[in-house]
């Protein structure tokens, strides 16, 4: 087999057939509330689409140092792409209800192992509007596969001690009320690592969940300071390293560098007592 022809990090729907292979289409709905995805995926999906849990694939056991939702481990993450008939050569393209902010955990994860992935544009709502009454119960019948375990590459990730400096620039992709510290639904401390700027992931979306036009967006990352060289030095993080993908995922679709994740995220730096905090929005 030739070199693969490469993806962008977003793709619109009426792109997916010009996509240069076979392509997977990835249900990865999950809710911060505890609603459950699997049940959303059963109420309708897009045709073909295979339900993705990120319980089970796409984290790791939560601790005080990893975060809520650490990285699996290798191993489990390549069973369930096997699991999921995802080959190595495939393109996936994941996609959520609210703006791809979730799918691109699983873009992020496989991009950075050198796999073919995007984000679908829109999401579920973009399907639809394109093609009303196609949404499906029914699941795909499910091949063996060759997708072959990868370690997580050190260069695409950051830990909790190089967060704060000079020599970075953290980009904090929560909204702006748990930037500010105003309130923190799920993590023991308000408030943001000193230093990091905000912008909120969903802050590059319109009011459809669509991804906003490139001009727009880059205006949005150089009001906190994010630009084509600076890119370079980012770092993002969320609560727990699943939103913050979707900012890394962004810079790169806008021709920045996509930067480093700290997979983390607030949820294992707010849990360090002797780590510093700031709040407020002027910073």
């Known amino acids: 087999m030739g070199e693969l022809v490469s993806v962008p990090p977003f793709v619109r ?13 990835a249900d990865v709905r999950w809710y911060l509330d505890g609603r459950s995805g699997r049940a959303a995926y059963e109420g309708g999906h897009l045709p073909g689409a295979v339900f993705v849990d990120l319980d089970r694939w796409l984290t790791g056991p939560a601790t005080s140092s990893g975060g809520r939702n650490p990285l699996p481990a290798p191993e489990v993450f390549t069973e369930g792409m096997r699991a999921l008939g995802v080959n190595d050569s ?26 073919r992935a995007a984000i679908l544009d829109g999401g579920l709502a973009a399907f639809v509007a394109a093609h009303p009454g196609s949404l499906t119960a029914d699941e795909p019948a499910l091949a063996d596969t060759d997708f072959s375990m990868r370690p997580w590459p050190a260069e695409a990730l ?22 500010a510290g105003e309130q923190d639904p799920v993590d023991p401390r308000p408030g943001h690592i000193p230093g990091a700027v905000n912008v909120p ?4 979306l319109d009011g459809q969940g669509g991804l906003l036009p490139v001009q727009q967006v880059r205006d949005n990352f150089a009001a906190a300071g994010v630009d084509v060289a ?29 930067g480093r994740l700290f997979v983390g995220g607030w949820s294992a730096y707010s849990r360090d007592e002797f780590r510093p905090v700031e709040t407020g929005l002027a910073c």
């Open 230 to 258: 600076s890119s370079a030095k980012v770092i993002s993080y969320c609560g727990s390293g699943v939103t913050a993908c979707h900012n890394l995922l962004t810079l790169e679709h806008v021709g920045m560098s996509p």
């Open 13 to 25: 729907v009426e792109e997916l057939s010009d996509l240069p292979g076979r392509v997977v289409l």
């Open 90 to 115: 495939d393109i996936v393209v994941a996609y959520d209800d609210q703006g791809g902010v979730i799918a691109a955990r699983l873009v992020w994860m496989l991009r950075s192992t050198g796999r």
């Open 158 to 179: 950051a830990e909790a001690d190089e967060v704060v400096g000079p020599d970075v620039l953290t980009v904090d992709a929560r909204n702006r009320d748990r930037f």
């Open 201 to 204: 992931c969903r802050e590059n």
